[in-house]
């Protein structure tokens, strides 16, 4: 009973890293296509490139502290995953290719060999 609390436990903090890294490289997307569309917009205006520097400077800051957050959160999926091999019951099996920790959504590979 124990062991499958600690597993069930195991794999909703996998899950949530997952979601959390999904939702970082979003937002990683989301405003590179912000800075591109602030950069077209200056354009279509006719302005001189100095308007809406600053602001544009202000989203490449965010843009440079969401991929600090990226690499901590690899960091720290890497230590989580390195740390079940000291807690009972989450030591990792794997026989061949064993995939992404915790496998994406739906995601079923099983293989029937006669």
């Known amino acids: 009973m124990r062991k499958i609390q600690i597993q069930n436990a195991a794999h909703e903090v996998a899950t949530q890293v997952r979601v959390v890294e999904d939702t970082i490289e979003a937002a990683l997307a989301e405003i590179a296509e912000l800075q591109g569309r602030m950069i077209h917009a200056r354009s279509v205006a006719g302005v001189a490139?100095?308007?809406?520097?600053?602001?544009?400077?202000?989203?490449?800051?965010?843009?440079?502290?969401?991929?600090?957050?990226?690499?901590?959160?690899?960091?720290?999926?890497?230590?989580?995953?390195?740390t079940t091999r000291v807690v009972p019951g989450l030591r990792t099996t794997g026989f061949g290719d064993v995939g992404e920790c915790p496998p994406p959504e739906g995601a079923v590979d099983l293989k029937i060999v006669a």
Do not use: P
């Not at 490139?49 to 965010?62: D, N, P, S």
């Not at 600090?68 to 995953?81: D, P, Q, S, V």
């Open 49 to 82: 490139t100095a308007t809406g520097h600053e602001a544009l400077a202000e989203v490449a800051k965010t843009i440079q502290g969401l991929v600090e957050a990226r690499g901590g959160m690899a960091n720290a999926h890497r230590i989580l995953k390195d």
